[in-house]
C-alpha cells in the first residue's frame, strides 16, 4: 500500500509536470490529484518536490539506459551487420518507452520542460549516470560515419537531440489527449518517417564551406565545435563522450 501511494504520487506528478512546468504544481496539486489523504505525503515519501523531481528523472534515465542496453545486446548477439538505423532506432525507441508499463505519454515532455527552467536541477539529478548505453551507440555512430569528423558529429548529435526532443514530446502531447491525431502520431510509419529524417541530419555530407569553417576554429582555438554541449543527454549527449 505505501508503495502503491509513492508511484501513484509519482505517476501524477510527472504529468502534472509535463504539463504545467515544476514551478506551476504545487505539493498541494499533487497531493490532490494522487488521491492521497494525507498533505505530507509528498514529503513523507520523497522529502521535498525536488527530489520528487530528482526521483522522477532518475528513474527514466535508469529505463532509457536498460532498455538500450538490452536492445544493443540483443542486436550484436544476432550477428546481424549494424547499421546507422539501427542504432538510432535503439536510442530513439528507448526513449519513447521511458514512461515503463501503461499508457502514461509524459516523460520527455516532463524533462523538456524541466532543462528549460531548471537545468542544473535536471543535470544534478542524472549524476552523469545511465550512460553506458548511449557510450556504446555512440561507438557504432563513430565507425558507422567515418567520413562526418568527430567535432561536427558531436554538433550534429546536439542538433538531432533538440529535433527529436520536440517530435517526441508532441507525440506524447497527442497521444496523451487522445486527440484524432492519435492514431497518425501512434502509427509506425510516424516513427519509421522520424527516424528517416534522424538519418539524413546525421549522414549528409558536411559541405566543402562547413568543413573549412570547423577546421579553422578547431586549429584556432576559437571555441571549437567539440566544445559544443547538448541539451538532451537522455537522447544524444556530447558531455557523456
Avoid at 104 to 131: C, G, P
Wanted: hydrophobic content about 40%.
Amino acid at each position: 500500500m505505501l508503495d502503491d501511494t509513492a508511484d501513484r504520487i509519482k505517476r501524477v506528478s510527472r504529468r502534472l509536470f509535463a504539463q504545467r512546468g515544476i514551478d506551476g504544481v504545487s505539493v498541494r496539486d499533487i497531493v490532490s490529484a494522487a488521491g492521497a489523504r494525507n498533505n505530507g505525503s509528498v514529503h513523507y515519501y520523497f522529502g521535498s518536490k525536488e527530489a520528487l523531481v530528482r526521483e522522477l528523472v532518475a528513474d527514466g534515465a535508469k529505463l532509457v539506459d536498460e532498455r538500450r542496453l538490452q536492445a544493443l545486446s540483443e542486436f550484436e548477439q544476432s550477428g546481424k551487420a549494424v547499421e546507422l538505423r539501427d542504432i538510432l532506432q535503439i536510442l530513439v525507441m528507448s526513449t519513447i518507452a521511458a514512461d515503463g508499463e501503461g499508457d502514461d505519454h509524459s516523460y520527455v515532455r516532463f524533462i523538456t520542460v524541466l532543462q528549460m527552467s531548471h537545468r542544473k536541477l535536471f543535470v544534478e539529478a542524472l549524476e552523469n549516470r545511465w550512460t553506458v548505453g548511449f557510450r556504446r551507440c555512440h561507438a557504432h555512430l563513430k565507425r558507422l560515419l567515418p567520413d562526418i569528423p568527430e567535432p561536427l558529429l558531436k554538433q550534429r548529435l546536439t542538433f538531432l537531440s533538440l529535433y527529436l526532443g520536440a517530435v517526441i514530446a508532441e507525440r506524447e502531447a497527442n497521444l496523451d489527449q487522445r486527440k484524432r491525431g492519435n492514431k497518425w502520431w501512434g502509427s509506425r510509419t510516424a516513427i519509421d518517417n522520424l527516424l528517416d529524417t534522424a538519418i539524413a541530419l546525421l549522414s549528409s555530407p558536411p559541405s566543402t564551406a562547413t568543413l573549412a569553417e570547423a577546421a579553422r576554429r578547431e586549429q584556432g582555438g576559437a571555441g571549437g565545435l567539440s566544445e559544443q554541449a547538448a541539451i538532451n543527454p537522455l537522447l544524444f549527449s556530447a558531455d557523456s563522450i
